[in-house]
């Protein structure tokens, strides 16, 4: 099935990004760094023809605060959307990442996200990330976190969309979906 265009953010740094903190269904605020990072996505949907889009976002604090940056002068309505949110992590909500165990692998950080106690795990999210693709009804733009938009990505992208891992994480660029090709605006 052919997905419509699509516009994915992450939110800014957060405090607990910066920390290196799992945060899951928690929230800690945006960095002064991040700030500029959701500043920066403004710049870059600036130069975009968004005519006939609309705009959603996670209804967590750090997404809709990412959203009011860089939608400000764009979006006339933002609309939240709980399937958005970032994955659960469960027991491990708010610890350190470098105390938790680590797997082997090309990715192990991200993996983590799959083996938290009592979390939510990638099949799971896909399958609320898939309902909310299948419910849009045209051009988007999202406004979620890391691993939701890596999810959103691959099921959009297929797994090429997911197979560089970036020092930034998605914070301060924009990942443009259309045609199922996906280019990294920076």
């Not at 990638?122 to 399958?127: G, N, S, T």
Request: aromatic share 6%.
């Amino acid at each position: 099935m052919p997905f419509p265009e699509l516009y994915i953010l992450r939110h800014g740094e957060t405090e607990w990004n910066a920390e290196h903190r799992m945060q899951g269904a928690l929230n800690s605020p945006l960095t002064p760094k991040g700030e500029a990072d959701a500043a920066r996505q403004a710049a870059i949907l600036s130069t975009c023809d968004l005519t006939g889009f609309r705009f959603w976002s996670s209804p967590q604090a750090r997404a809709i605060q990412t959203a009011a940056i860089a939608l400000a002068r764009i979006a006339q309505d933002i609309h939240t959307d709980d399937r958005l949110r970032e994955i659960r992590v469960g027991d491990w909500s708010g610890l350190l990442r470098d105390t938790l165990p680590l797997p082997d692998g090309p990715d192990p950080y991200t993996q983590q996200y799959d083996m938290a106690p009592n979390g939510e795990g990638f099949a799971r999210l896909e399958i609320r990330a898939r309902a909310f693709l299948d419910d849009l009804t045209g051009p988007a733009v999202l406004v979620t976190h890391s691993i939701t938009s890596r999810v959103l990505r691959r099921i959009v992208v297929g797994e090429a969309a997911t197979a560089e891992v970036t020092s930034h994480g998605g914070q301060g660029c924009v990942y443009h979906l259309k045609d199922g090709q996906q280019v990294l605006l920076e």
